[in-house]
């Protein structure tokens, strides 16, 4: 592509009102954040339990990555896995129910390994509609292709399975990053069993946050992981950390080390980052009051918009979504409220459907009460309710 040629697009962009920026911020302790001088209540963070900005936990972060360093020095193939990963990987068994994990630098990387891996080429894969941009960028690249049925919406998901003939695969998210929902598990559990086909799960938001010690979307339904074929989740959210991982049965961790190209040819996660990300799991199970905070803060915050008039979508996990519907509406609302120093991003298109540009309000355990009561007048203010 010519320079030109990116100049057009970029201005396209632009005055559609979906070119995206970076601003230089610094995460603060007790949901705030700091931009160009200012202070925020940050509401578009992915910290749900306030572990990122925890003070005693960054100092034992520290002293792990004087210990163990930063360069793993190659692939985990070759010279890159550490006793700190060994370790890592341990305790996600332990706290998840899984026979082995395989560590990634990234949760996109994981998605796509999960994807790429799992999906033969005579498998059809359906996928749940919304689900996330690295599961879908991994599914177009498959030989037999894809198909995505209605969100969480078992019905389409068996008139899919009766629709195309041939083996099958599924895969959908634990909590989905956009509308903050979940899927009947259970119910759709037994509708893979029945028709014999694996189920994936991206629980990226839903690992710490719900579930027993935080155990995620399948221990909060009453169920195992061991029901999965395999189970992809991230450092990046309520651990506060950065990466990804597979979980699974030994066997299919094993067939996805021998094969998964992001796995082999990649440099191993950081030894020292690793360890520190180990002790973001312990503080996190061991820490239940952190998820009950965060479960107050939910169901307050939700009262609070509702007696003010804002409505919501039925979301009852930290992910709060408020559509607002055209791109430049909501980037103005997004930057008014910033000038009243509340840091709430809006969500445009492709990440969400043309016409549901939202403002997707992320709450944290870190938040107070005077935090929401603040975001629920501003939002009427700027909504005019």
């Known amino acids: 592509m010519q320079i030109a040629q990116m100049e057009q697009w970029l201005n396209e962009r632009k005055t559609a009102g979906l070119y995206r920026q970076t601003q230089v911020v610094q995460p603060l302790a007790q949901g705030k954040l700091l931009a160009s001088g200012k202070v925020y209540r940050n509401f578009s963070g992915n910290d749900y339990l306030g572990l990122a900005s925890d003070e005693a936990l960054r100092v034992e972060q520290a002293q792990a990555l004087l210990a163990y360093g930063t360069g793993s020095t190659g692939s985990p193939a070759v010279t890159g896995y550490h006793p700190a990963h060994q370790r890592l990987s341990q305790e996600l068994c332990d706290w998840l129910g899984v026979d082995a994990v395989l560590l990634f ?219 607002i519907g055209e791109s430049e509406r909501a980037m103005t609302i997004s930057q008014q409220l910033k000038e009243r120093g509340i840091w709430l991003t809006a969500i445009r298109p492709p990440t969400v459907p043309k016409g549901q540009a939202r403002l997707r309000i992320t709450l944290s355990s870190s938040h107070s009460q005077e935090d929401l009561q603040c975001l629920v007048q501003n939002l009427c203010q700027v909504l005019a309710i």
């Open 105 to 323: 630098s990234s949760g996109f990387a994981a998605n796509q390994a999960l994807i790429s891996g799992l999906v033969a080429k005579a498998d059809l894969l359906l996928m749940d509609k919304l689900a996330h941009a690295s599961m879908i960028d991994a599914a177009t690249q498959l030989p037999n292709g894809f198909k995505r049925f209605l969100h969480n919406d078992l019905l389409a998901l068996e008139r899919a399975f009766c629709q195309n003939t041939g083996p099958h695969v599924v895969a959908t998210e634990g909590v989905f990053s956009m509308d903050g929902d979940s899927p009947p598990m259970a119910e759709l559990v037994a509708l893979c069993q029945q028709n014999q086909a694996p189920l994936l799960l991206d629980d990226a938001h839903g690992l710490g946050v719900v579930g027993h010690e935080g155990a995620g979307t399948m221990s909060s339904q009453g169920l195992e992981n061991a029901q999965l074929q395999c189970l992809m989740a991230n450092f990046g959210k309520a651990l506060g950390a950065q990466g990804g991982f597979l979980a699974a049965d030994a066997v299919t961790i094993d067939y996805l080390r021998q094969t998964s190209r992001h796995y082999i040819y990649s440099t191993a996660l950081s030894p020292g980052y690793c360890e520190g990300i180990r002790l973001a799991i312990k503080a996190c199970r061991a820490q239940q009051w952190r998820r009950d905070k965060l479960q107050d803060n939910i169901g307050s915050f939700r009262n609070m918009a509702q007696q003010a008039g804002i409505s919501l979508m039925p979301s009852l996990s930290a992910i709060q979504p408020l559509i």
